[in-house]
């Protein structure tokens, strides 16, 4: 259960004296208690836990699973969140949390367990947008919240969301047919989403000159890439259109969003002449 936070700045400690000291001679009242109150529910987020997330990919599983109060570490702006490196600002902010969210790949999980000390619990997320372990994770992360409802109504409303798109999707199939691709091993979810037949993957490595004749032997109609980890043309001079696949959510930290998205872009490269 995560532990409650309520942090009283020195103008509300004064505010709050104030009041115990009218209360005391007989000229307090019900409006001063309740201004007293509101502004501690102004001066903190309430009963939930205080979550700093590395990215906004974490930070997104976060609030699907009922987080409110969470901070994103690496700026929306950086393209490959690896490369980030970390401030002071960053660390401080982490040693104040009751849950810090990190990705095993990032260099700087390190540098976060240790300015977590004892006080924070550290997190693994499975970065992963694959419907069901993108449900599965904020499953788990509800759990340790203690916001177990919240995280159940997301999936709910994520099921019915994600099922329409794929509708969507499969109406827009040229010839109606299920197109082909390759995907990037980051990307494979979005091929799941469109109904695609993956007919093969790369990376996270550049592509192979071996590669590079294995995959284009299969013909693919569409490459899947992956924006936050890409390696330029993929297959060239193959006929295939590649697509530019974005996993992390902006600042808004919408997970849904990114698989809105994702669709939008994949029906255009289906239908594009």
């Given at each position: 259960?995560a532990r409650t936070r309520v942090r009283i700045t020195p103008l509300l400690a004064l505010s709050f004296s104030a009041a115990l000291l009218l209360t005391a001679t007989g000229c307090g009242g ?244």
């Amino acid at each position: 259960m995560a532990r409650t936070r309520v942090r009283i700045t020195p103008l509300l400690a004064l505010s709050f004296s104030a009041a115990l000291l009218l209360t005391a001679t007989g000229c307090g009242g019900e409006s001063d208690t309740s201004s007293s109150s509101s502004d501690a529910d102004a001066a903190g987020k309430g009963t939930g836990p205080v979550v700093v997330a590395t990215t906004s990919w974490e930070g997104a599983f976060a609030k699907a699973a009922g987080a409110e109060d969470v901070k994103v570490i690496v700026p929306e702006s950086v393209q490959h969140a690896p490369d980030y490196d970390p401030k002071p600002s960053d660390l401080a902010a982490v040693a104040d949390a009751d849950f810090v969210l990190y990705a095993p790949f990032e260099p700087y999980a390190e540098k976060f367990k240790e300015a977590a000390g004892g006080d924070a619990e550290l997190v693994e997320v499975d970065l992963d947008n694959d419907a069901d372990k993108a449900k599965a994770e904020v499953t788990r992360l509800g759990k340790m919240f203690g916001t177990e409802d919240t995280a159940a109504e997301w999936i709910a409303s994520f099921d019915t969301e994600y099922g329409k798109l794929q509708k969507d999707l499969k109406s827009a199939w040229p010839d109606a047919k299920a197109p082909t691709v390759v995907a990037q091993v980051f990307s494979a979810w979005s091929a799941k989403l469109a109904g695609a037949e993956v007919v093969g993957t790369y990376g996270p490595e550049a592509v192979t000159a071996k590669q590079l004749s294995d995959l284009s032997k299969k013909r693919p109609q569409l490459v899947l890439d992956n924006v936050h980890m890409t390696t330029g043309t993929v297959l060239p001079d193959s006929g295939a259109r590649q697509v530019g696949i974005v996993n992390y959510p902006d600042k808004g930290m919408d997970l849904l969003t990114v698989y809105k998205n994702a669709a939008t872009t994949l029906e255009k490269a289906m239908n594009a002449s």
